[in-house]
């Protein structure tokens, strides 16, 4: 089964860090793009960041540049969030993405990794 | 920053049709996306390229374009189709990708 797994995510007080992870597994994980994708409660989703295949070319949103950081290991299929200089705004559900072969957009999803930073 | 516009809440009675637009300076020249997501669930991809249906996408659900619009349709609308929908594309370098607002689906 295609499937994602995101896990690492917790409360975090502002200005603290954070490290995000993705398990995938039932495809060539070094075959795709990945993205993180992020949903603040009771607001719409929000592109957060992107990575190549072989992690040349990474690419975020304004508000998380400097502060955030996409990698992978395509030797453990996984990917990650290091996120840092949090912000209460950066609380949100966290959800790891499969960026579709010849697509500009998400194949497959995992559930989700909720972050909460409070003060 | 590239913004895309779509209506905040469309309804419609069980077996009619439900459009919802997305508008965007870049749609004329990036491909549009469409997500459906359930309540407490994960975004599912719907519709891609403007107008194909991923494998397994019931056939009542379609997309058409026109200049700096985009349009998801569900024909014969169900109750299962009540939820938000995105329409999502990557600004016009194609580097920065962006979701709509998103829109609320209500089946009366």
């Known amino acids: 089964e295609v499937q994602v797994v995101e896990s690492g995510g917790g409360l975090v007080q502002p200005g603290g860090s954070l490290r995000l992870s993705c398990a995938a597994s039932?495809?060539?994980?070094?075959?795709?793009?990945m993205s993180w994708v992020r949903q603040a409660p009771g607001k719409g989703l929000e592109w957060v960041a992107n990575?190549?295949?072989?992690?040349?070319?990474?690419y975020y949103v304004d508000s998380v540049k400097g502060r955030f950081t996409i990698s992978r290991d395509n030797a453990k299929n996984s990917l990650y969030l290091q996120m840092n200089s949090l912000r209460a705004e950066d609380t949100a559900v966290y959800y790891c993405a499969r960026v579709g072969r010849g697509i500009d957009a998400f194949d497959i999803w995992g559930q989700g990794t909720m972050v909460t930073v409070f003060s | 920053s590239y913004e895309l516009i779509q209506p905040r809440s469309v309804s419609v009675s069980p077996g009619q049709t439900a459009r919802i637009t997305c508008s965007g300076d870049?749609?004329?020249?990036?491909?549009a996306y469409w997500y459906q997501q359930r309540p407490g669930q994960a975004p599912v991809l719907v519709i891609q390229?403007?107008?194909e249906r991923p494998s397994g996408i019931p056939e009542r659900f379609s997309g058409s374009t026109s200049g700096t619009t985009v349009t998801l349709t569900i024909s014969g609308v169900q109750a299962e189709d009540e939820a938000d929908y995105y329409c999502?594309?990557?600004?016009?370098?194609?580097?920065?990708?962006?979701f709509g607002g998103g829109t609320q689906l209500t089946v009366l």
């Open positions: 999502q594309s990557p600004d016009s370098s194609g580097t920065y990708w962006v």
């Open positions: 990575i190549k295949l072989d992690g040349s070319e990474r």
């Open positions: 039932g495809f060539t994980f070094s075959n795709y793009w």
């Open positions: 390229k403007d107008t």
């Open positions: 870049a749609l004329p020249k990036q491909y």
